[in-house]
Each structure stands twice: as C-alpha cells, then as structure tokens.
C-alpha cells in the first residue's frame, strides 16, 4: 500500500505517516481487488462502510426495482466511494458502488466513527471532522447533479453539465470523466437521444467534442 496515494486522500489531510498508518486499524482497513462490472457495495446491504480507490475507477449508481439505473458519480484513485451514503451502521445503503473497471480499493469501516466502537481510537475526532467535511463536499456534487438530470429537456440537462465542467476547469476545453453510456446515465437519458442532441448541438457550433474531450464555443465565436 502505497502511502504517498493516502497522504492525498481528503480522509487523511493533514495527518502524518504515522498517524494514517494509526487511522487505517481504527477504520479495520483491508485491501480488495475487483474486476471491471463486479459490485464493491449492494444497495439495501449495511452501510457504514466505504472504501479509498487505489487504482482504477468506479461508478456510483442507484438502481430502481426493475433495474433502470441512475449514475450519481464516478470514483478515481484517491477518491472514497459513497461515503454520502456510509452513515450509521444499523442504516441500510441507499446506493450501489459497481468497479468501471478493474480496480484496488481499501474497504474502511467509517460508520463506526459515529458511534462507541472506535472510542480507544485516539484519532477519531479528527477523523470525524474530516469525514463531515468531506459530506459536505460531495452534498454540493448531489445538489448540482440534481441541477443537472431536472433540466426539461436532454439539451438542458447538457448543457447544464458541460457549462459546470468548463466552469470547474477555468477553460472552454476540457474532459469529463464519463463515456457516453455513462454520461447518459447521469444525466437520466436515453444514450441515442444524446448523442444525436450533441450531434445536433455540433453543427450548430455550440460544442466540439471527441470522445471525452470537450469544447464550448459562443454562437458567433470562432
């Protein structure tokens, strides 16, 4: 396990080698490996638990009964994976955490920071500190991804992504972390109805893309 990748993980800012090595037998800290389409985590399956994403990526969705899926984020190394929903024990979690591809995560077990469990852990104040931080951060992603999948129309909700995206980069040009699928999974529309929205969108000269590269462009702006 590589500590440098820790020391950038928001759970562990701030903290020395020393004390993350500390931190790790708190949280009952333990590596897995899984392959691209296996489930980290089950909705409806205890919460309380979350894990830090050492290499690869995963996607973060919600399931309805019949299987129709909604992709709330993607992971990446150094990221948690659906801390938002990793509260209380005794609480069932409301999301599914499924590998993109093959991926290394470190399984924590953060839900026992709220309770009396990891009271002999003398870093758990801090480690509580930081976790609620961290909700508040990825409350703000939930709320604009809400922003995004109410718009009324597939090039509303488009658009309202893209526009966050160059705003976040500080450029006109830059990448998002979903393919097509997935970005239609995002945003709750058919992937066809997408790619012909952003077809459309081309050749008004409003976007120029490739892939996972993206340029806006101003109407009358070169």
């Given at each position: 396990m590589e500590l440098s990748l820790l020391r950038k993980c928001r759970l562990f800012k701030g903290f020395s080698d020393r004390e993350i090595v500390h931190a790790l037998g708190c949280l009952g800290a333990r590596e897995r490996r899984y392959h691209?389409?296996?489930?980290?985590?089950?909705?409806?399956?205890?919460?309380?638990?979350?894990?830090?994403?050492?290499?690869?990526?995963?996607?973060?969705?919600?399931?309805?009964?019949?299987?129709?899926?909604?992709?709330?984020?993607?992971?990446?190394?150094?990221?948690?994976?659906?801390?938002?929903?990793?509260?209380?024990?005794?609480?069932?979690?409301?999301?599914?955490?499924?590998?993109?591809?093959?991926?290394?995560?470190?399984?924590?077990?953060?839900?026992?920071?709220?309770?009396?469990?990891?009271?002999?852990?003398?870093?758990?104040?801090?480690?509580?500190r930081t976790m609620l931080d961290i909700l508040l951060a990825e409350n703000r992603k939930l709320l604009f991804k809400i922003e995004d999948s109410t718009q009324r129309s597939t090039r509303e909700k488009l658009m309202s992504y893209l526009s966050r995206q160059a705003l976040s980069a500080g450029s006109e040009h830059f990448t998002i972390p979903y393919n097509r699928q997935a970005l239609a999974d995002y945003l709750g529309v058919d992937r066809s109805a997408l790619s012909r929205e952003m077809a459309r969108m081309a050749d008004e000269g409003l976007i120029a893309y490739d892939r996972n590269d993206f340029r806006l462009r101003k109407i009358g702006k070169a």
């Open positions: 691209k389409g296996e489930y980290l985590l089950i909705s409806g399956s205890p919460a309380g638990e979350t894990g830090l994403v050492l290499s690869g990526s995963a996607l973060v969705i919600r399931e309805d009964y019949w299987g129709n899926r909604s992709i709330l984020s993607i992971v990446g190394p150094g990221e948690l994976l659906a801390e938002a929903f990793a509260g209380g024990e005794d609480e069932p979690l409301a999301v599914s955490v499924q590998a993109a591809e093959d991926i290394e995560v470190l399984l924590l077990s953060t839900g026992g920071l709220l309770g009396s469990r990891s009271d002999r852990c003398q870093l758990k104040a801090r480690l509580t």
